[in-house]
């Protein structure tokens, strides 16, 4: 039996944190349904955050890691096996020895393009759903919920608007 939309659940009561860690399943679920289609299902904790940024942006993974609020210990685990399971590539900085670069490998691109290509399926429905200003009206309250926990300075010291 199907629910009518007068019946249907609602979630005005919901705490807000519990609505964003659930919606971020959607997210989740897709990229791993986009990875599990290329033969890139093997991907540790954090690791398909991790590859699509990089492949996404091109970020370095110090910039990811930053995005993500971590510290490079916290993701150390999942970039050792990004590296053996093949996805990411370590390599010595050619002008300072000390440093180790990490590059997506063949198969990091192709996973970061399907994860990219989930993520993008799932941002064209949601505005489907509700309209390119919704949409903006959600990323302008992330940002400002990012804002609280880790303020964002500007380049003269003030508060940016976005990071």
Do not use: F
Not at 75 to 87: C, E, N, P, T
Not at 89 to 103: A, C, I, Q
Request: proline share 3%.
């Amino acid at each position: 039996m199907t629910r009518s939309a007068a019946t249907r659940e609602s979630y005005d009561d919901v705490p807000l944190s519990a609505l964003i860690q659930a919606a971020r399943s959607t997210y989740s679920r897709a990229v791993d349904a986009g990875l599990a289609r290329v033969g890139c299902d093997d991907l540790p904790a954090t690791g398909s955050y991790i590859i699509s940024a990089m492949h996404w942006s091109g970020a370095s993974l110090e910039a990811v890691i930053r995005w993500m609020g971590v510290t490079k210990q916290a993701v150390s685990q999942a970039v050792d096996a990004l590296v053996l399971r093949g996805y990411l590539e370590r390599s010595r900085d050619s002008s300072d020895r000390r440093r180790v670069n990490l590059t997506l490998t063949e198969r990091g691109r192709v996973a970061g393009k399907a994860a990219r290509s989930a993520i993008e399926q799932v941002d064209r429905e949601l505005l489907r759903r509700v309209g390119a200003r919704e949409v903006a009206n959600a990323r302008s309250t992330l940002v400002a919920l990012l804002g609280i926990a880790r303020p964002v300075r500007g380049p003269r010291g003030g508060h940016a608007r976005y990071p």
